[in-house]
């Protein structure tokens, strides 16, 4: 069976993660699955935190950049690198660079709101749109 899943048509929206995301698949049709651009400003580092019970692979598409968990040595990425992270596991990411930090962020099971955690500053929602 094929179904199609439109792109999602809401415009790009800054989180308090202190990135800004576009969610490119986002749907419930797609359970198990989502998909985002991110970008993080030059200079920016943005807020640790971890998704409850989804895994994340980033695919860095344009700058440069440090992650990094809170404990262990951040460690550098550039355009073609993907990194892994485990459900559960804390993040964050650094642009080292002089332009924007961009990359495709892809959640299994797809993202919701629900899941993020803040490891830094107040537990209100990742949405901007609040």
């Known amino acids: 069976m094929l179904t ?15 990135c800004h995301i576009d969610e490119i698949l986002n749907d419930s049709a797609s359970p198990d699955l989502s ?5 993080v400003e030059r200079g920016v580092t943005t807020e640790l935190h971890c998704l409850m019970g989804t895994a994340e692979t980033y695919l860095i598409e ?3 950049g440090e992650m990094d968990d809170g404990t262990a040595p951040a460690f550098p990425v550039k355009a073609g690198d ?10 964050r990411i ?3 660079g002089p332009d924007d930090l961009i990359f ?3 959640c299994r099971p797809r993202f919701e709101p629900s899941c993020y955690r803040p490891l830094e500053g ?3 929602s990742i949405s ?3």
């Open 128 to 130: 901007g749109k609040e």
């Open 4 to 18: 199609r899943i439109g792109r999602n048509n809401s415009a790009a929206f800054f989180t308090r993660e202190r």
């Open 62 to 64: 344009k700058g440069t």
């Open 82 to 91: 993907c990194v892994a992270i485990a459900p559960d596991h804390p993040q």
């Open 104 to 106: 495709l962020v892809i």
């Open 122 to 124: 107040d537990s209100k």
């Open 35 to 39: 998909i985002a651009r991110c970008r």
């Open 94 to 96: 650094r642009n080292t």
